[in-house]
């Protein structure tokens, strides 16, 4: 990892538009929560915490963990508004300390399970979120269609460009497709107003390569019965060779 400047939090909720993002997504979460009857939402590597706020509205009770004191810091100070979320500092490997079955829906979104980076502590974590669940209750993750051909038609993505403090960022994301471990690079770039590099900071992470048949496996290793592969709008089946995501709604 290189990187020159402090990489705060704000950087990564400003490569988001998160205005678009939560508008396509909550459709699919109201549906899922009312159908359910889901009062208590478990949000596992929140981030800087934006699902949360949008599930404060539909739920009654809502807990977001994340690994990053910093984010969940920057979400505590910036996005949550609603006294029903509560914020904890954690990851899959700290869920030991809340209730065992103690919620109705458990979360883990934008590719958070394949940046574990192994396949043991991805089936460590799925049969701890299986805990965290009450007798009826569902999970939702959401992760990259880790398919060859897929990763490979979509290594880069769309580039981001964000102006901040009177200078502007370049974002950039890039993937590599590995048989055990696929790597994803992440760099940005700060720019003076005459478009010279002033700045900048690169990130290399090895995500676990979850092929949907391998987390199939896993889930159902993991002791969860039904096994439900959504399109990532979430309005139709997922279809392996041609998306280039998908939610994945599992049930004891």
Not at 110 to 123: A, D, H, M, W
Not at 183 to 200: H, K, Q, T, Y
Request: proline share 3%.
């Amino acid at each position: 990892m290189v990187k020159n400047f402090n990489l705060d939090p704000e950087f990564y909720d400003l490569q988001v538009n998160w205005q678009e993002r939560l508008k396509k997504e909550k459709n699919f979460f109201v549906k899922l929560i009312k159908e359910r009857n889901i009062k208590k939402i478990l949000d596992v590597g929140c981030g800087t915490a934006r699902h949360a706020q949008m599930f404060s509205s539909l739920a009654d009770n809502i807990t977001a963990i994340d690994p990053s004191s910093g984010m969940i810091d920057y979400a505590r100070k910036n996005v949550i508004k609603s006294a029903n979320v509560t914020l904890m500092n954690g990851g899959f490997e700290d869920l030991n300390m809340l209730p065992v079955g103690g919620f109705d829906l458990v979360v883990s979104l934008g590719n958070t399970l394949p940046i574990l980076g192994s396949r043991k502590k991805v089936k460590h974590a799925l049969k701890s979120v299986r805990k965290k669940l009450g007798e009826k209750g569902a999970a939702v993750f959401q992760f990259l269609n880790f398919e060859p051909r897929i990763m490979e038609n979509n290594r880069f993505n769309k580039p981001k460009i964000i102006k901040k403090n009177g200078k502007v960022y370049f974002f950039i994301k890039h993937f590599e497709y590995g048989k055990l471990k696929a790597r994803l690079d992440f760099l940005i770039a700060m720019l003076s107003n005459d478009g010279d590099v002033e700045d900048f900071y690169s990130d290399s992470s090895l995500l676990c390569t979850l092929r949907v048949n391998l987390f199939l496996k896993m889930a159902k290793n993991a002791g969860f019965k039904k096994i439900e592969l959504v399109s990532p709008d979430g309005n139709g089946l997922f279809d392996k060779k041609k998306h280039v995501s998908l939610y994945a709604i599992l049930q004891k």
